[in-house]
């Protein structure tokens, strides 16, 4: 069964890509030479954009990111041993100069919050904030 899960290409990394090509911006996939493997860079703007899947990377406050019932210790140490990573290098990124922006993968699953998310992108991508994240209104975070 995990052979099955995507690591690249996802549906909320496509969904993320098409509203970022909507409003003219272009970008490079999965740059092995920077921390973190980032799934998008935008080089012209110091821009990477993370698109997180809110199980792997235990998103905070959403019902999407529960651990299972079964073997927990296993799941505890795996999915904490990706947030310390995810963390890592994030500060990596964020030492050697770039903007980092975290997409949750719940925001592509609202409705509401995918019609707005190219809107949203580009206003964040054309702002001067140095990290953000991106989830639907109503979580609590």
Known sequence: MMSGIRGKNTKPEILVRRALFKFGFRFRLHRKDLPGAPDIVL???????????CFWHLHPGCPNARVPATRTEFWVAKLGANVERDRQALNRLAEAGWRVLVVWECLTRDTGGLAALPETLSEWIRGSERSGELCPPDMNQ
């Open 43 to 53: 080089p012209k703007w110091r821009v990477v954009i993370f698109v997180h899947g």
